[in-house]
């Protein structure tokens, strides 16, 4: 397990923020969860937080009680079968907890499918993963698409075209189940498909601000500027921080 704390100051003001890597049961062979975890590490050092990263899932969301933002960044648990369910109790209270109080949420990529034994974190995330429904084409070239500019996570990011889309190379999540209730901030087409799959939505729930972001495969997701930037600003939003 690693667990540390990742701090570029000591500064009391700074907000905090937990980095949870899938490993174990919440690891599987197609993402390095570690290696894309470390650099949202660094993302978030960028954007100001005073970061913790662990890749014991299941123990840091025990231990929630002084971070201001959760990000989770781990596969689904329930692919390993039996052996892959059942969180400890003092875990699922300490989620329980931490929601109670508003901290914030950065669910990436395949955390969409994550947690499955958290009864609140599907309905907080706003959407699911459906096994032999939900899929993506192969890994490459993704043209991203802003919905919206009207919501201070998208506003004026850089490396954005005239037509609101942005070029990473990534996963195109698609056939996501999406709640009603979220506000779906960016989306992808297939060639062959005319319907649109979201990537990047946010919700509030109470004291909760969220924020999916389905893209993150792998590091070189991380090399768009406009992507790097989502998630600076997605964490700031959704922990309150600015």
């Known amino acids: 397990m690693i667990d540390e704390d990742v701090r570029p100051s000591h500064d ?142 998208v506003d004026v990011l850089p490396g954005v075209d005239e037509r609101g889309v942005f070029e990473l190379q990534d996963e195109r999540y698609t056939h996501l189940v999406v709640d009603d209730d979220v506000l779906v901030l960016a989306d992808h087409r297939l060639e062959d498909d005319a319907s649109s799959h979201p990537v990047l939505w946010m919700r509030e729930e109470g004291p909760n601000r969220v924020v999916y972001d389905a893209l993150g495969h792998d590091e070189r997701s991380f090399v768009s500027e406009a992507h790097v930037e989502i998630l600076r600003r997605a964490a700031r939003w959704a922990a309150r921080a600015d």
């Open 12 to 153: 009391a003001s700074s907000p905090r923020a937990i980095v949870v890597a899938g490993t174990g049961r919440y690891g599987d062979p197609w993402h390095p969860f570690v290696a894309t975890s470390r650099r949202l590490v660094e993302i978030l050092r960028t954007a100001g937080f005073d970061v913790r990263f662990s890749t014991d899932v299941d123990a840091a969301l025990a231990s929630l009680a002084r971070e201001d933002l959760l990000v989770v960044n781990a596969g689904d648990p329930w692919r390993n079968g039996e052996t892959g369910r059942g969180a400890p109790a003092d875990s699922l209270h300490g989620l329980d907890a931490a929601l109670d109080r508003g901290i914030g949420v950065l669910a990436v990529h395949n955390a969409v499918s994550s947690l499955r034994d958290y009864p609140r974190w599907r309905s907080m995330i706003g959407g699911d993963w459906i096994p032999g429904v939900s899929g993506h084409p192969p890994f490459g070239d993704a043209l991203v698409r802003l919905r919206t500019t009207e919501h201070p996570v």
